[in-house]
């Protein structure tokens, strides 16, 4: 088992990613932006002063946050899957370069129209992701499945659709602990019942080979249903239900990465001569220090450490 987390919301540039990741006893980095771009859409200059600093320092990039089919990306249209398919193929390289094994994907935008769900729009998106995820099993990387705001985060029966569809040992599950939080439950009758995580963690976890530790609680549905209103907490302080997880996963020998995504860009501060990125950072470090915690509690409870 090991910690790791989206640096870029400790900070923008990779200068402050590798201080905070350093600051918490780390040495891995789930990278998404850097200087506020992608880093699959970075320069090849940029990726290699990247590359070059992370190697300095002993950091590794242990995941590729990518853009590849996520909830901006609408299944039937063939540009977004050709955009993604480019970024998929812009990320390899660099993946194979910095030793890194896993890229997250998603499975295109969720429809704000959900009777457009057809069995043949099913099939133009099972026949999409798998394509994505061959392109991943012929490179011998992973393609890690978040249940974001994409057709397999609608709902558990969903995320299993996709694996029964899918069938490939490179697709995998990336469970993301604080999602279902703001999400509907597209798999029950009533259309405003909220996804419980815990529930939903429980019907693919036999499928989970990595974890996004997020946390807060649901507030409203949005107008255009897609990222619905929630307020971020620290890990353990939300809906999230990740003290269960965690210790479920321990319990069961979970060797994989829990990756901090906190989300929560700006929390209450005395000192008003803080600027926001300390604030980011600070929020990042203490996020990660609680986490740690958590875990360290759950693993004496079940005897793991002395």
Request: glycine share 8%; hydrophobic share 35%.
């Amino acid at each position: 088992m090991y910690y790791t987390g989206f640096a870029d919301e400790a900070g923008v540039g990779i200068e402050a990613q590798i201080k905070a990741t350093k600051e918490l006893g780390w040495s891995r980095i789930e990278s998404r932006n850097i200087d506020g771009v992608n880093i699959h859409d970075l320069s090849d200059e940029d990726f290699e002063r990247v590359a070059e600093k992370l190697e300095e320092v002993s950091v590794t990039i242990n995941c590729f946050g990518s853009t590849v089919a996520n909830w901006s990306r609408d299944p039937r249209s063939e540009e977004d899957f050709e955009r993604s398919v480019t970024e998929l193929k812009r990320a390899l390289p660099r993946m194979e370069k910095l030793g890194c094994t896993m890229i997250r994907g998603m499975s295109f935008t969720r429809l704000r129209d959900i009777s457009l769900y057809t069995l043949e729009l099913e099939k133009i998106i099972f026949n999409k992701v798998g394509k994505l995820v061959q392109i991943c099993e012929d490179a011998g990387v992973d393609y890690m499945h978040e249940n974001c705001a994409n057709y397999g985060g609608m709902s558990s029966e969903h995320t299993l659709k996709l694996i029964e569809n899918i069938q490939s040992p490179h697709f995998k599950l990336v469970y993301d602990t604080g999602n279902p939080i703001n999400s509907i439950d597209y798999g029950k009758v009533f259309g405003n019942q909220m996804q419980n995580a815990l529930q939903f963690y429980n019907d693919v976890k036999e499928f989970v080979g990595y974890v996004h530790i997020k946390d807060g609680r649901f507030i409203n549905i949005s107008p255009d249903r897609i990222f619905n209103n929630s307020e971020w907490t620290f890990p353990g302080e939300g809906e999230g239900y990740v003290k269960e997880i965690v210790s479920d996963l321990i319990s069961n020998g979970y060797d994989g990465g829990f990756s901090i995504e906190p989300h929560m860009a700006l929390v209450y501060h005395q000192d008003d001569s803080i600027s926001s990125e300390q604030i980011k950072y600070q929020n990042y470090v203490e996020y990660g220090k609680r986490f740690m915690q958590i875990v360290e509690g759950v693993e004496l409870r079940l005897g793991n450490i002395n």
